[in-house]
T-cell receptor, first 112, second 113 residues
């Protein structure tokens, strides 16, 4: 079972460059999420999508954009990367009323 | 004040010890409580889920919720080196709303053989 798959696993960017993190889930979940995880800060929600065609801001949306391409895919874009966006990014999905959030393996992003 | 507070540790125990991990919270509307386990360089995975107050046991793991004190605990009996991971508590007031999961910062646990 693939579950939640995100790419790339590792990426180094220069300040000002742009990139897109890709995420796909094969569990037919309606809800999808992007989190970032930083030491001492825990998991913080960047954006989420409750269903195909809808997206909403989370706790830390500044500097990011998202696209819910279809029910399976939810991408996160950094338009102009900043060192403060150096972090580990997790994509996740959940059934609408489910109690379990399923996470991907993470994407390690360094902005220099 | 953060919604969820969790001691980051690190916690180091000998194999076979009983481990107690805890979180406190401030929002009395929380009624769904979860513990996630995160191995190094991996995503979190659900370990235990509890609805409202009370205890839930699953093998060597026991989750406790005390809503009156706004305090939840995870106990690990007969701890094993394979339990070495970061444990995150999470809680929610509404499972239908995507932005209503609140995570603790995680407690790092090492079980020494």
């Amino acid at each position: 079972n693939a579950g939640v798959t995100q790419t790339p696993k590792f990426q180094v960017l220069k300040t000002g460059q742009s990139m897109t993190l890709q995420c796909a889930q094969d569990m037919n979940h309606n809800s999808m999420y992007w989190y970032r995880q930083d030491p001492g800060m825990g998991l913080r929600l960047i954006y989420y999508s409750a269903s195909e065609g809808t997206t909403d801001k989370g706790e830390v949306p500044n500097g990011y954009n998202v696209s819910r391409l279809n029910k399976r895919e939810f991408s996160l874009r950094l338009e102009s990367a900043a060192p403060s966006q150096t972090s580990v990014y997790f994509c996740a999905s959940k059934q609408t009323s489910g109690n379990t959030i399923y996470f991907g393996e993470g994407s390690w992003l360094t902005v220099v | 004040q953060k919604e969820v507070e969790q001691d980051p540790g690190p916690l180091s125990v000998p194999e076979g010890a009983i481990v107690s991990l805890n979180c406190t919270y401030s929002n009395s509307a929380f009624q769904y409580f979860m513990w996630y386990r995160q191995y190094s360089r991996k995503g979190p995975e659900l370990l235990m889920y509890t609805y409202s107050s009370g205890n839930k046991e699953d093998g060597r793991f026991t989750a406790q919720v005390d809503k009156s004190s706004k305090y939840i605990s995870l106990f690990i009996r007969d701890s094993q080196p394979s339990d070495s991971a970061t444990y995150l508590c999470a809680m929610s007031s509404n499972l239908n709303t995507g932005n209503q999961f609140y995570f603790g910062t995680g407690t790092s646990l090492t079980v020494i053989p």
